[in-house]
Structures are given as C-alpha cells and as structure tokens.
C-alpha cells in the first residue's frame, strides 16, 4: 500500500483545511491521521474503518475535524475546520490491515504511512 498526503498548507487561525490521502487500492482495515508538531511525540488525530461506519477522534480535535472516504478513486479525507494555532503540525496517513479494535490510536498498530503534509495555523 503506498499512501500519498497533500491539502497542507498556511491558514489563519479559524479557518479551514481539507487533507487528502491517495492509497494505491489495497485493502485495508482502517485508516488514520496522526500529527506530530515540533518537539512532541506523534499523537493520534482521527481514524476510521474501510466500510466507515466507526469513526473515532481525539478529544482536541472532536466536533472540529472530520475523516471520510471516498471508494470510487481510494481517498481518505481529513476535513479541518475551526483551525487552531496549536493544530499546527505535520499531518499523517496510516493504513492497517489489522482488526479495528480499540488501539485504533497507536501509531505501531499501522503497517502503512504516508510521507506526512505540513499544517501551519496562524493567530
């Protein structure tokens, strides 16, 4: 599975931003978006099994942010609204072929990344 990530990019704080993740078509179980900022750890953002019928979020981003996808051209997507300077980070897509269980949010649950599409969110 090879995982492309684009739709980063400089917004003001308030503001909107939708990420995009292209698979090359293998089946997966669930997928995901991680960020990591600066200096800190990478932490869980969204994730979502392939029927999209769980969705799950981190509490810092909940009722902000959205994933969905779209089947017909094997998209992932990470709708970003209310934006924050504190959501500024490197944003990522995972893809696993696991069981969507409860530990949908740890990064080595994941077989697959993306190369990672930057987010800065201005105050």
């Known amino acids: 599975v090879q995982l492309q990530a684009s739709g980063g990019g400089l917004v003001q704080a308030g503001g909107s931003l939708r990420l995009s993740c292209a698979d090359s078509?293998?089946?997966?179980?669930?997928v995901g978006w991680f960020r990591q900022a600066p200096g800190k750890e990478r932490e869980f953002v969204a994730a979502?099994?392939?029927?999209?019928?769980?969705?799950n979020y981190a509490d810092s981003v909940k009722g902000r942010f959205t994933i969905s996808r779209d089947n017909r051209n094997n998209t992932v997507y990470l709708q970003m609204s209310r934006l924050k300077p504190e959501d500024t980070a490197v944003y990522y897509c995972?893809?696993?072929?696991?069981?969507?269980?409860?530990?949908?949010?740890?990064?080595?649950?994941?077989?697959?990344w993306g190369q990672g599409t930057l987010v800065t969110v201005s105050s």
């Open positions: 995972a893809a696993s072929t696991g069981y969507y269980s409860g530990r949908y949010y740890l990064p080595d649950t994941y077989n697959y």
């Open positions: 078509g293998r089946i997966v179980s669930y």
């Open positions: 979502m099994n392939w029927r999209g019928d769980r969705k």
